[in-house]
């Protein structure tokens, strides 16, 4: 069986304790203010959820309502990106899955995907990376991308004409992946694998819809406990770069709503404290 660490995965990643108390826990979005009077609206995302879980929080549709675009992310990939993307994971011609990682890796590979029905040729084929983000895939679990936070704003931002747009491009949002080695790819492909330590359980729904972002960004820090510097390539370092955009955004009169994943709003690294750190406040709706 697939561990509980690739379900949750799913939920924090498809595909973020120590933010200081802003306010009373109310939503997963907050408004962000500049000391010169610049404000955009910030919400924490679940990529992927099932039809049961209700409508998202009041509070997503009214940062919408109040902005002028919505800023994911990355951009959609276009068709030529998406080739290359899936050109990216797979071996070339005459290479193959079983040159680039343990023998042990690659026969309890075999042994699962058998199980799954895939055959071993087409397996063998990708990437430990690629094969990561199809273990990944939402649709796997119940859950469903076109279900999720972003999705479910597109379409509504669509409707009201708001232009949609990434704080980065699809390349280099793949990139996160697509420049591991070989060894690292193998690594974080085997944290799927591994089950979790048994730690405290969290409704992480529950946190989620109640704006905890720490709870969220421990959960998923947890989950890569035994390859961090993976959870920091995916989380921190991602932060870092995002904040100058984020910050051109607060300097123009254009109010944006910027959606990210919840793991990345959590953490003494993450969105909220470094808004906070740098001078700007911040109000959860």
């Given at each position: 069986m697939v561990s509980c660490r690739l379900v949750l995965l799913?939920?924090?990643?498809?595909?973020?304790?120590?933010?200081?108390?802003?306010?009373l826990a109310a939503?997963?979005?907050w408004k962000v203010t500049a000391p010169s009077g610049g404000t955009l609206y910030l919400g924490g995302s679940i990529h992927a959820l099932k039809s049961s879980d209700g409508a998202l929080p009041p509070a997503f549709n009214l940062a919408l309502a109040k902005s002028s675009r919505l800023i994911l992310e990355s951009?959609?990939?276009?068709?030529a990106e998406s080739k290359r993307m899936q050109k990216a994971g797979e071996y070339p011609k005459g290479d193959s899955l079983k040159n680039h990682v343990d023998p042990r890796t690659y026969d309890y590979l075999k042994s699962f995907f058998g199980l799954l029905g895939i055959p071993e040729a087409k397996m063998a084929r990708y990437r430990p990376w690629m094969l990561t983000l199809g273990l990944w895939s939402p649709d796997l679990s119940g859950f469903s991308s076109d279900l999720g936070v972003e999705s479910q704003l597109t379409k509504r931002a669509r409707a009201k004409g708001k232009p949609i747009s990434g704080l980065v491009s699809a390349r280099e949002h793949m990139d996160v992946f697509v420049g591991l080695t070989d060894k690292q790819s193998e690594a974080v492909l085997l944290l799927t694998f591994i089950p979790t330590d048994g730690g405290p359980k969290v409704n992480m729904m529950s946190a989620w819809r109640r704006g905890e972002m720490d709870v969220l960004w421990k959960q998923s820090r947890a989950a890569f406990a035994e390859y961090p510097a993976f959870a920091e390539r995916v989380l921190e370092a991602r932060n870092r770069r995002w904040m100058p955009k984020i910050e051109g955004y607060l300097r123009s009169d254009r109010i944006a709503f910027v959606v990210v994943g919840s793991a990345h709003l959590g953490g003494p690294e993450g969105l909220l404290t470094l808004l906070k750190k740098r001078g700007y406040q911040l109000e959860q709706l």
């Open positions: 799913r939920f924090l990643l498809g595909c973020a304790l120590a933010v200081p108390s802003l306010a939503s997963p979005v951009d959609d990939p276009d068709k």
